[in-house]
Nanobody, 115 residues
């Protein structure tokens, strides 16, 4: 059974940093393309960043470019999202997702950016 478990969410002040982690199990992590999404209640889920199985093809939503960095460790079966210069509008539940060849989702970790 596939499990994706996020961690690292917290309450942080504007301008602060957080590093989110996603631990994968029950899957051959190294063959999967992965992504981070975020969701605010009442809004659609938004793709924040994606990374291919080899870690060479990376993409970001425009609002995250220059502030967020997605990375992965295929040996540790882990996905990361380094978030810097956080803004109140980054407040959301952040979800880890395996996107290809099959789709799996974690339950999310809450990030709140507020003074």
């Amino acid at each position: 059974q596939v499990h994706l478990v996020e961690s690292g969410g917290a309450l942080v002040q504007p301008g602060g940093s957080l590093r989110l982690s996603c631990a994968a199990s029950g899957m051959e992590f190294s063959v999967y393309d992965m992504a981070w999404y975020r969701q605010v209640p009442g809004n659609q889920r938004e793709l924040v960043a994606s990374i291919d199985h080899g870690g060479t093809e990376i993409d970001y939503v425009p609002s995250a470019k220059g502030r967020f960095t997605i990375s992965r460790d295929n040996i540790k079966k882990a996905l990361y999202l380094q978030m810097n210069s956080l803004k109140p509008e980054d407040t959301a539940t952040y979800l880890c997702a395996a996107t290809y060849p099959y789709e799996y989702w974690g339950r999310g970790t809450q990030v709140t950016v507020s003074s």
